[in-house]
């Protein structure tokens, strides 16, 4: 869906991030810091020790708007959550 500006803006005021596309050259690039320590906190771990995990923190740029990428994603951090117990 296409949002003008005014939209935009006020999506943003509430809170809500608008999914776009993400480049490939760009989205190996850099790892969202903020994504990753809700990753980290959803696998119940520590952030730190999710950087050891480097597929998983490379996958963030990805998870704003690539579904397939989410769902390949959810499987591993339950099995994190399971170790961690």
Request: glycine fraction near 4%.
């Amino acid at each position: 869906m296409s949002w003008d500006a005014f939209q935009r803006e006020a999506l943003a005021e509430l809170g809500h991030v608008l999914y776009r596309p993400v480049d490939a050259r760009t989205a190996s690039v850099a790892v969202d810091a903020g994504m990753l320590a809700r990753l980290a906190r959803a696998a119940g771990i520590d952030a730190d020790a999710l950087h050891a995990h480097a597929d998983i923190a490379a996958m963030t740029p990805r998870l704003r708007g690539d579904a397939a990428a989410k769902r390949a994603l959810w499987p591993r951090l339950r099995a994190l959550r399971r170790n961690a117990r």
